[in-house]
């Protein structure tokens, strides 16, 4: 088992920037490719952001190309994902995943956090 742990959400004012954070513990030989996915109010989970084990292939979704970037410290077990220009619609709940496989796609992953909310007032 893997458990992965949010940290950084907040409220922020658009325009802003945030640092969420999230830290790996257990198994974490076993995974590979990590990643963000975020649900707001009344919608589907979204794809945000991947980054494989090595840290040297990226992948954004398209509403967020541009404004953020996810990084990893291995030696940390921890990933981030640094976001600027927030904009309202950014709001939502960001939840931090890992899969033992290749893919970036939402099925592909085995474990999840729980979550941690991000607000962007206007």
């Known amino acids: 088992q893997v458990q992965l742990v949010e940290s950084g959400g907040g409220v922020v004012q658009a325009g802003g920037s945030l640092r969420l954070s999230c830290a790996a513990s257990?198994?974490?030989?076993?995974?590979?490719?990590m990643g963000w996915f975020r649900r707001s109010p009344g919608k589907e989970r979204e794809f945000v952001a991947a980054?494989?084990?090595?840290?040297?292939?990226?992948w954004y979704g398209d509403s967020v190309k541009g404004r953020v970037t996810i990084s990893r410290d291995n030696a940390k077990n921890t990933i981030y994902l640094q976001m600027n220009s927030l904009k309202p619609e950014d709001t939502a709940v960001y939840y931090c995943?890992?899969?033992?496989?290749?893919?970036?796609?939402?099925?592909?992953?085995?474990?999840w956090g729980q979550g941690t909310q991000v607000t962007v007032s206007s």
């Open positions: 995943a890992a899969t033992t496989s290749d893919g970036i796609r939402e099925t592909s992953y085995d474990y």
């Open positions: 257990g198994r974490i030989f076993s995974t590979n490719n």
């Open positions: 980054i494989n084990w090595s840290g040297s292939r990226t």
